[in-house]
């Protein structure tokens, strides 16, 4: 069983940064991908941003140019940088990480941490 403890949400005005970072407890080796998901009221889960043990990261359109998303594999953690945040970019965010071999593309995910970016 792998945790994810999740931290950095918070409130911040329109512009702001934010960096969000996720702790997985489980052994380096076991774990490929990690990445970050949103979830807005009323709306679907999204992707924002995803990297792999081999360091190949993808981005929704909405995070290019803003978000950065960095990998330490000897630790298991990743962090988001998210700066010249948007209202719009209001969620709960999510971490998650799956397995290598699994069939799943992610296995297990974090509680959510609240980002609120006020206009």
């Known amino acids: 069983q792998v945790q994810l403890v999740e931290s950095g949400g918070g409130l911040v005005q329109a512009g702001g940064s934010l960096r969000l970072s996720c702790v997985a407890s489980?052994?380096?080796?076991?774990?490929?991908?990690m990445g970050w998901f949103r979830q807005a009221p009323g709306k679907q889960r999204e992707l924002v941003a995803s990297?792999?043990?081999?360091?190949?990261?993808k981005y929704a359109d909405s995070a290019k140019g803003r978000f950065t998303l960095s990998r330490d594999n000897a630790k298991d953690t990743v962090w988001l940088q998210m700066n010249s945040l948007r209202p719009e970019d209001t969620a709960v965010y999510y971490c998650?990480?799956?397995?290598?071999?699994?069939?799943?593309?992610?296995?297990?995910w974090g509680q959510g941490t609240q980002v609120t970016v006020s206009s």
């Open positions: 998650a990480a799956g397995l290598h071999g699994s069939f799943r593309e992610y296995d297990y």
């Open positions: 489980e052994s380096k080796w076991r774990i490929n991908r």
């Open positions: 990297i792999t043990s081999g360091g190949t990261t």
